[in-house]
């Protein structure tokens, strides 16, 4: 599947300006979103952002956090849901994402269930009817900091955040679509702006090998 054609299913699938909630714009936001133990942002202030969820989604393990509180690892349905509610600011309603999690087979009851146990985790932060989250919380992903780098062209920070596929695991459709287009976004960012540096740290990671970017058609690219 080509790139351009994943970009154009997600200009038409994820409406709403997808993914877009509050990519970490300071310093210190960067700075939580790092990837790597709780312990080592704890000396973050965070004070002029009390009410923040902080998802992270490009890691082995997901996880969610508030403020600079620890993480709190979630399973991958869980995870799956976090990230689709972050993808749509209107929200979704329970058909709509019972049909994304589970096809046109899925019961609304099955979401409910998912929804009611994630919301033991997270709180009232979570609500319903369509599901989103609560107005005044600021949501800073991971995923939202990289697509802002790569829009920013930043190649050297892309590649010190982006270490792992969104939900690695994940075989939802649309998890898998936005999977693939961030990484030949990433991909053709470093093929446009990259140094010739930067296209060997990228070779051999192994976002790099899932976008057949090792092929000997790929010329690097000049420093």
Do not use: C
Request: glycine share 6%; no cysteine.
């Amino acid at each position: 599947m080509s790139a351009r054609l994943v970009s154009a299913m997600l200009q038409h699938s994820l409406t709403d300006q997808p993914h877009r909630l509050a990519p970490p714009s300071t310093p210190q936001e960067s700075q939580l979103m790092a990837p790597g133990p709780a312990e080592n942002r704890r000396d973050v202030n965070y004070q002029s952002a009390p009410s923040t969820l902080r998802l992270r989604l490009l890691d082995e393990v997901p996880a969610f956090a508030f403020g600079t509180g620890p993480w709190q690892p979630v399973p991958l349905r869980m995870a799956e849901i976090l990230a689709l509610i972050s993808s749509r600011e209107r929200g979704w309603t329970a058909s709509e994402l019972t049909s994304e999690l589970y096809g046109d087979f899925g019961r609304s009851g099955t979401v409910r269930t998912d929804i009611h146990r994630l919301r033991q985790r997270v709180g009232r932060v979570l609500k319903s009817q369509p599901y989103r989250f609560a107005r005044g919380i600021n949501v800073a992903s991971d995923v939202a900091l990289v697509e802002a780098l790569v829009r920013q062209g930043d190649v050297s920070g892309v590649l010190d955040r982006y270490r792992q596929p969104l939900l690695a695991r994940s075989l939802n459709e649309r998890i898998q679509q936005w999977r693939v287009w961030l990484d030949r976004e990433i991909q053709d960012l470093v093929m446009r702006s990259g140094t010739a540096n930067q296209y060997s740290r990228w070779r051999r990671t192994e976002l790099a090998w899932e976008s057949e970017l090792l092929t000997t058609e790929d010329p690097a690219p000049a420093e």
